[in-house]
């Protein structure tokens, strides 16, 4: 069955089949219960499942991760919900101490089969703390997976491969893409967790991306076309590990590659993106990999978030860059 | 609301009662500018919600019912203390002299903070909970350290109590005997979440366990709150160590404008906190012992009000910040990558539209 | 060592003595068994600190003087039992059957855990302070769900007691009600820190704020070690909730042997604990009371040192790990990253010097 | 006057140099004071400075760096000590949201002018997370500044220079090289604590890395010139920001580019140092820069942390695949 939906709607469903096929699967948060969440991404899930399976933690987030951890010990799968990107610091401790590391430290007897998710990236105008990007810190993490989603059909079923998963995921949902709709097929699983996907195809340069930037880049890609410029845009989807395979075949037809984050630029997504293409395409590359991305200030107040976040113009000024460039 | 443990001088009709360890050392002058100073913040909180509803915010976080607590404690204060706020410490901010304009320049998201914490001795706001009582203890450690005869006041919430960084802070207070004051305004509820989530007992008893004094006030008792504000951060300055306050009290409206309350609380139980209101405490008893005239609460309205006029002028006026600000004070000193930013936004500024 | 609010049933000359809330429930033959384990974990101490003076293990954390703290506390389990344990809980690692090398892997720097934590129903060890406090809550909040007739066992330092994750535990604990046990070895150091730094009051009067029991135990008197905790996980397992055990105890050696412990402690503290040696209290009682003759604790002796060598073989057994198994279990799924890894070593062995 | 020291008595030189310019010098940190810290880095400082500027402070990562902003905010500059790297993970959060961003949101009226010292990287045989690389998750951060030592001079000048900054530093020691000697030279600041260095020249590869990889890559170069090939090795010292002029320069001569770092090489620094590198010097490069790092796993047991760690063996390697490099 195919159904249109928002992605917050699709998070709801997914999560509920996944609690209904899998009695291990909790939900853990602060106020996911009552409230439904503060995005109601978890809307009437504790009153179809009781207070047991959809569980409002007190307020701390070292906590919530730290027992989600004994939980996945006792053979459960915990869901725990970071209200927002700035709140999972707190977590950090757990998730690079213990999440990464368990399965490793306990020679295999131990699966670390939790799910972190985290509304991400800015672009609501809120106040800040709540606008973060923080995926880098765990894609540069042994031991973690990273996904995103850009629409309610991935939404809807990535986050039930996720919570399928042994391995614990941090699963990134663009909150400023909550409210977007979109269809979703019930039946059918669209691909694997990490595959990319060629959001639209084109000839001439290679934008790749994730999250709220997915649908940045189809807008930039609509204005090039016009201007006479064919973007292949590519939804990342898997944040850690890449899909390099598809992005690889994406560039050696391009030989121009523009990676796009939120995140700031240092050591992030972007940077692995055009280091490895670089090893992989050399000799396809007609002008070096070009990275569009946040600023290196901390995010700044939401009235000018939007000349902070990556933009149509600046994806068009960087495609200018790779099209002319001369070294 | 009978409960031996609680701190009160004042019942929710207005009449005194005594307390052993704490008596109200407030005149009828002093009690009347505090409750000038309650029915401002209330207006302004009034004003800034109106605000936010009209798009003029992008956020409101509301402390009507707080306004006890926190002129209670703000006007305990000594000019040269220092005060660590959360986000809803508007009533604080005010007794410290920060422009109430300033105070939502946050919430109008054209700053990040809002004022300059050194010049009202008055932290920017915290949003990431229990992050600034570990600031404070550090702040009271630097006090120490010179020597000063100031003690510190932080603020968090029943729901922030919970955060091992409020925790910590209890341990390092106790242990260095800073002379800090950790004021918790126990307004029954984080978001959705009641404070018997974060703890089975009256959250004032951790204190003991980490060596120091918990007091339970009522929150909603401006005598109360500002006495024993008071005498905890005399003990503080003396030398006497830190002291954990719990006011009792009740966030009366959504915990932000973004906020939906019906969905995890009932009319009836607001309606109980209304009688409780601590504004009409105050004329109460501002009215039976003072003999206060209408005439005087009728001028203190027209004050809020234009109080609130002009906050509303003064929000208008303020314009969305250039862009190129978010490059200012990210870093004291030079930096390549704020160079090339500021030059790169420059130039497509420049450009503009070029597609 | 005269404390109101310390439970001991043994002194430390051997006397028995009574307290209104506990009582010894150990005939004579068991106490002789956990007076062997005793002896045993203590040589085991002893091996695996000249095994690493030798250079055969990277580093040992010994645990003398806290053997009647955790061989009281790892015979009050039952089997089904879950145990959270820091790096230094090898008499609890004893009692839940662990083999004793495989206790060796960690330190001789070939695994980054060493058992099967599931068969043994014994965690793997945890360095960064605090993070199995929380792990053990969550733990135990699986035992809920699951109805299950058990309860959780975690450890932690008198040092560590000052992490918010510790904290944060107990404030989980409560809230939830869980089956969890917290045992706090106050050995009164972290490494050079005292323990009076961690907190000015005794550490178990922290419980109480929290909202669950507290209980201060002589650490070096087995018996209330271990009547102490088995009333706490009875009581865990009867729905009853948390309740935190301080062990009041003393690190005879080193933090480790890496650490240097006269710099910070004088030679006449250690003597004085000496003499509150937990292994001498049980023997002195188990002479007095019990007859146990001299041949007795010799064949335990002659055990302990037998044990020791062949503790040593199977440490000195154990090879040099494969560099190739860094890449398992790394992931519980396939990895990209793993495989290329994996193939990149592989073909570096090949090389193997070719430069 | 040039002298003869290990790399812990450079800084323990350093930091008692510094606390003696300026009385507002603090230093805090678990087992500093009477023990002088596990590495002995700050050995008889407590006793000359007294308990109230080397502070010995309960065990509590998060408290350490929270309450160093309070002593920041009240005019203190603070060198907080990490024990070890594997341990700044609970302070996370109050480095990320409070030490990166408060100048910002005091519109620069507070400076946050402390360091966090961090023994990182691994090589002396400890058990697990005690040899943790956790630079690139600073230097990701805007608002934080990220610098390493290799050389028991550039330890005794930079932990000054650091300590002076306005900016809030990570400061990493490479723990496997304190007991190495060097001169120091008393009188003369070598440089900016920013500046990379060339520590031996060479044509034909750019070899870059900080911390311990600095020896490993000297002696890389010896190999490789033995075999014919010359490589030039730069010390990075600024990990973020980076000294991108100088490596410029350097990989304009050579054409050929190895990032050295025992961290995983996922969104890390080499990842950063090969896309910018790249971007700027796309026609000097006659090979795609190549990183040579931690692999993507936990830190293994230190048995088995040489095959980990990049080696002589894997930098050569490197070498071999930029200098034979067909595409
Ligand atoms: C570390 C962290 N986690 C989550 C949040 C989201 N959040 C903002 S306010 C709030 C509730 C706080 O409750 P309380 O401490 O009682 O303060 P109150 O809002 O009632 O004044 C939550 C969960 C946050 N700001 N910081
Ligand atoms: C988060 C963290 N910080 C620092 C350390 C370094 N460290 C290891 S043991 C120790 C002392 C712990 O003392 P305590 O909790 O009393 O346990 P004990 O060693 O006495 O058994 C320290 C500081 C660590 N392991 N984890
Ligand atoms: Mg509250
Ligand atoms: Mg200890």
């Given at each position: 069955m ?6 917050a709607?699709?998070?709801n469903?997914?999560l509920?089949?996944a ?12 106020d ?6 503060v995005f ?8 179809d ?7 409002d933690?007190?307020l701390?987030e ?11 010990i006792?053979?459960?799968r ?15 401790d757990q998730?690079?101490?213990?999440v990464?590391?368990?399965h490793?430290?306990s020679d ?5 089969g ?9 672009g ?6 709540h606008?973060e ?14 996904v995103s989603?850009?629409?309610p059909?991935?939404?809807y ?12 995921i941090?699963?990134c949902?663009p ?17 694997g967790l ?11 340069v290679t ?10 880049m ?7 076309a016009?201007e006479?410029t064919?973007?292949?845009?590519i939804?990342l ?8 395979a598809?992005?690889?075949a994406?560039?050696?037809k ?7 984050q939120?995140?700031p ?25 070009v990275?569009?991305?946040?600023y290196h ?9 939007e000349?902070y ?5 600046r994806?068009?000024?960087?495609v200018d860059r ?6 | 609301?009978i ?17 052993p360890e ?6 009828g002058?002093?009690i009347?500018s ?5 029915v401002?913040?209330r ?12 798009g ?14 926190q002129?209670g404690a703000?006007r305990?204060?000594q ?12 009533g ?9 304009e ?11 903070g809002?004022?300059d ?11 990431v ?9 550090g ?5 120490q350290?010179?020597?000063a ?12 109590s919970?955060?091992?960084?409020v925790?910590e ?5 106790s242990?260095f ?8 305004q126990n307004?029954q ?16 008893r ?20 500002y ?7 005399e003990?503080a300055?003396?030398?006497g ?7 009792y ?39 039976r012992e ?22 509303r ?5 303020m314009?969305?910040?250039?862009p190129?600000?978010m ?6 000193e ?5 160079e090339?930013g ?6 497509l500024?420049a450009a503009?539209g070029?597609?």
């Amino acid at each position: 069955m195919i159904t249109t939906m928002t992605m917050a709607k699709a998070l709801n469903e997914g999560l509920r089949r996944a609690m209904e096929l899998d009695p291990k699967v909790l939900l853990m948060g602060e106020d996911i219960g009552k409230l439904g969440g503060v995005f109601r991404i978890t809307d009437g899930l504790q009153k179809d499942f009781g207070q047991d399976r959809v569980i409002d933690t007190p307020l701390a987030e070292s906590a919530i991760v730290g027992t989600a951890v004994g939980l996945a010990i006792r053979g459960y799968r915990a869901v725990c919900e970071m209200q927002f990107d700035g709140f999972v610091f707190p977590a950090f401790d757990q998730i690079v101490s213990q999440v990464a590391k368990l399965h490793k430290r306990s020679d295999g007897v131990y699966t670390m089969g939790l799910v972190i998710r985290l509304p991400f990236q800015g672009g609501i105008g809120a106040i800040e703390h709540h606008s973060e990007s923080p995926e880098a810190y765990f894609a540069h993490t042994p031991g973690l997976r990273v996904v995103s989603c850009s629409t309610p059909n991935d939404a809807y079923w990535m986050i039930q491969q996720a919570i399928r998963s042994d391995d614990p995921i941090i699963f990134c949902e663009p909150k400023s893409r909550y409210w977007e709709k979109g269809e979703v097929d019930l039946d059918n699983p669209p691909r694997g967790l990490y595959d990319a996907v060629v959001r639209r195809e084109g000839t001439d340069v290679t934008v790749v991306g994730y999250g709220s930037s997915v649908k940045t880049m189809l807008r930039a890609a609509e204005t090039a076309a016009a201007e006479g410029t064919s973007l292949e845009v590519i939804d990342l989807r898997g944040v850690a590990p890449i899909d390099f395979a598809t992005l690889t075949a994406s560039l050696n037809k391009t030989g121009r590659l523009i990676a796009v984050q939120e995140a700031p630029r240092t050591a992030s997504i972007g940077s692995e993106i055009v280091a490895e293409l670089t090893e992989r395409c050399f000799y396809s590359m007609r002008a070096p990999g070009v990275r569009v991305a946040g600023y290196h200030v901390p995010y700044p107040p939401a009235r000018i978030e939007e000349e902070y976040r990556p933009s149509v113009e600046r994806i068009l000024d960087a495609v200018d860059r790779v099209m002319d460039f001369e070294g | 609301m009978i409960d031996e443990e609680l701190v009160q001088l004042l019942t929710p009709e207005g009449e005194r009662v005594t307390h052993p360890e704490y008596a109200s050392t407030l005149n009828g002058e002093q009690i009347l500018s505090m409750y000038r100073d309650m029915v401002i913040v209330r207006r302004l909180c009034n004003e800034s919600t109106s605000l936010q509803r009209q798009g003029q915010l992008a956020l409101w976080a509301p402390m009507q019912g707080q306004e006890g607590a926190q002129i209670g404690a703000g006007r305990a204060l000594q000019p040269m203390d220092f005060t660590f706020p959360t986000y809803r410490e508007h009533g604080i901010a005010w007794c410290r002299g920060v422009p109430p304009e300033n105070v939502l320049r946050l919430f109008r998201a054209v700053s990040t903070g809002g004022w300059d914490p050194q010049k009202y001795r008055h932290h920017v706001p915290t949003i990431v909970l229990g992050n600034q009582v570990l600031n404070a203890v550090g702040y009271a450690m630097g006090v120490q350290r010179d020597g000063a005869n100031e003690a510190v006041l932080t603020f968090f919430g029943d729901g922030a109590s919970s955060q091992g960084d409020v925790l910590e802070a209890f341990v390092w207070a106790s242990s260095f005997n800073t002379p800090v004051v950790f004021f918790c305004q126990n307004n029954q509820f984080g978001i959705s979440t009641p404070s018997s989530t974060q703890s089975k007992v009256p959250l004032f008893r951790r204190a003991r366990g980490f060596g120091f004094p918990g007091v339970r006030v009522d929150g909603n008792d401006l005598l109360a709150c500002y006495e024993v504000t008071k005498a905890a951060l005399e003990n503080a300055r003396a030398g006497g160590g830190p002291t954990m306050i719990e006011a009792y009290t009740y966030r009366m409206g959504a915990h932000t404008t973004s906020d939906d309350p019906t969905r995890y609380r009932v009319d009836a139980e607001v309606e109980v906190w209304k009688h409780r209101d601590p504004i009409e405490r105050i004329k109460a008893l501002l009215v039976r012992e003072y003999q206060t005239r209408p005439a005087a609460f009728e001028a203190i309205a027209q004050e809020a009000e234009a109080f609130a006029l002009k906050l509303r002028d003064d929000v208008l006026a303020m314009g969305r910040p250039d862009p190129l600000s978010m490059f200012e004070n990210a870093y004291s000193e030079t930096h390549p990558l704020i160079e090339e930013g500021r030059r790169e936004m420059t130039e497509l500024m420049a450009a503009g539209g070029a597609h």
